[in-house]
């Protein structure tokens, strides 16, 4: 699945095996993650069905290196199949497993070794918390209440946390999310001072990326949505998608989405080529694809009235992921702090 790329030249324009990668998800999600599964998984935020059916299709060994066990897929690759996730609101911890995995393949322990065959054998769970623990706690952890093991930096070490019912704390939260906050204690070290910071920080730029992807694919659902209905709701005798106070608004959303996908996917192709923009691009990427999704959902779902706030409509299915689905980490104007950070070589406040 690898594309080559010009160091002079990016071109982000979909190969015909990403395109099938593209099409291949999109067929799986839209029968396996409707809006009827989605809503029938709430409030946990776990589909065991659809998780088990996206492991065949190899959801998670894709993401890691074929030297590793893996298929060897890019991180444009996955970025790609993130949007479709978002699309489709697919509620399977995907790309924190993804993120966990491809760090465990570049650690060079038995505990690694280890708990890396278990997750491309299906046996294990593995989730990332993408912020690091405080005080023994591991906070919001995405898939943290569904997990078998969760890999945390707790101050100078890498963990590989074991997690089970008595460790895990679920949070319920407005993306109907399998969020948790995780007692570290027991904890495995994979790695410690200089290594362990590198290692998770890298981690974060990669799940910072995805998870861009991931919200440019809420927000396109949900613009989809917002401009079906206002091109068949009719009000004062015109299609309400004929006045200018719902048009453009749309618009802008549509234009702001499409550049939140191209910065995502320039994040993933900089941070494969190890380019030295690519931890600012990511960040920004998150930061901006946060923002535009935040708009997009927003948009829709007021397009559609007072019908919008109604469970019964699917456009709050992604209003409500939007926003909950940044902010496991923060929200756009952290992403522009890490980001400016990142830019002046200084690491500031996570």
Known sequence: MHRRYSPAIVDLGPSEEQRQLVASFTNLLSKASSPEHVRAAEPGGFDRDLWRTLLDTGALTMAVAEERGGWGASLVDLSLVAEQLGRAMAPAPVLEAQVAARLLAGVASATARDALGAVLEGAQLVTIAPRPARHGTAALTPAGAVCDAAVVLHADELLLVPVTDATRHPIANLASAPLADLDVAGGVPLAGGAEASERFEAALDEWLALTASALVGVGVAALDLGCAYAAERRAFGAVIGTFQGVAHPLADDATHLD???????????????????????????????????????????????????????????????????????????????????????????R
């Open 259 to 349: 550049g939140a996908r191209l910065l995502a996917q320039k994040a993933a192709w900089s941070l494969d080529g190890d380019d030295a923009r690519g931890r600012e691009l990511a960040a920004m990427a998150f930061a901006f694809a946060a923002h535009a999704a935040d708009a997009a959902t927003y948009d829709a779902l007021h397009v559609h009235g007072g019908y919008g706030f109604m469970l019964e409509y699917d456009v709050q299915l992604h209003y409500r992921r939007a926003r909950g689905w940044a902010r496991v980490w923060g929200d756009a104007d952290a992403g522009y702090r890490r980001a400016a950070a990142a830019r002046y070589r200084t690491m500031g406040d």
